[in-house]
């Protein structure tokens, strides 16, 4: 449906939710080697300076974060600011005590929800409904029938052989979509997208001069107790950021090379 959406989308002048934190279009950007500098200087930072990262300037990131590309459209994701110190202080803890976590001015615990694309989808026609131009009857169709028959798995994930056996069968005849059919199939789908988001927000932070780490070192049930987090969520990493201190950066960038990694086929 994208190339119908786009349309709506080009003839917009602006936003699309009414809000001007996200512009529409930005067609005529070409930056490569700045976008590469950037992308160099961004490194895993283990140890931050006391300084605290403006409101203002976490808040851009954070909607810079949500700018990702994401399945659908269904932003299937939480960013959690943790502030209240005692929490904080809880989920340090359950971070094994990483200096990247104590150090840091900012500590974001990112969420991928499984539980979220239904209401998502209503919001997306909403949001559709607001624009100057009719609802394609494409998106309608896609967020009103495609949508919950792709991704309804029923509790316990009860609709997963039936969907199964469904797929084998058409799927000898047609192109079906394979996945995801199960509440695991949903867990990764909602994680693909989050993990989007989590590299904007990183890039952007570092875009500011700040540092951040990544960090999936630590007990998810305590973080989740911490945080009072409820529902069918995982969360996907937790991001620390901040000034970089002197020495915070560990030891030199290692990768691989391209060939082990890059296929042609
Ligand atoms: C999903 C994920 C989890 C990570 N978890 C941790 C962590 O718990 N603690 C940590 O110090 N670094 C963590 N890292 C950072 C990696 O160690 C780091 O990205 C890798 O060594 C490459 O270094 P670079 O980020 O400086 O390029 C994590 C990175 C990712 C993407």
Redesign the pocket.
């Known amino acids: 449906m994208s190339g119908d959406q786009n349309n709506v989308f080009t003839k917009m002048d602006g936003t699309f939710d009414g809000n001007d934190r996200f512009q529409a279009e930005g067609g005529d950007y070409h930056n490569p080697e700045e976008f590469k500098k950037l992308i160099n200087a ?3 930072v ?1 140890r931050y300076t006391d300084e605290v990262i403006p409101d203002h300037i976490v808040n851009d990131c954070l909607d810079m974060a949500l700018l990702a590309p994401n399945s659908s459209n269904l932003q299937p994701w939480e960013f959690y600011r943790i502030k209240n110190k005692d929490v904080k202080a809880k989920i340090v803890h359950a ?1 094994f005590s ?1 200096s ?1 976590a104590k150090t840091s001015s900012e500590l974001i615990v990112c969420v991928a929800r499984r539980d979220t694309w239904r209401a998502h989808s209503k919001q997306m026609l909403e949001e559709f409904a607001k624009l100057p131009v009719e609802t394609p009857a494409v998106a309608k169709t896609y967020y009103g029938k495609l949508v919950p028959f792709v991704y309804t798995v029923g509790p316990l994930s009860v609709l997963t052989p039936f969907k199964w056996l469904f797929n084998t069968i058409v799927g000898l005849f047609k192109v079906v979509p394979r996945d995801p059919i199960s509440a695991g199939g949903m867990n990764t789908w909602a994680v693909k997208s989050t993990a989007l988001a989590c590299e904007n927000l990183m890039l952007a932070f570092r875009a500011y001069g700040y540092d951040t ?6 007990d998810s049930w305590k973080v989740k107790s911490a945080m009072n987090l409820t529902g069918n969520c995982e969360i996907v ?1 937790i991001i620390s950021a901040g000034r970089r201190a002197d020495g915070g ?1 560990y030891g030199p ?1 290692i990768r691989f090379s391209r060939e082990q990694f890059v296929k042609t086929i």
């Open positions: 961004r490194r895993s283990r971070c990483q990247a780490c990544p960090m999936e070192g630590f990493m950066v960038r």
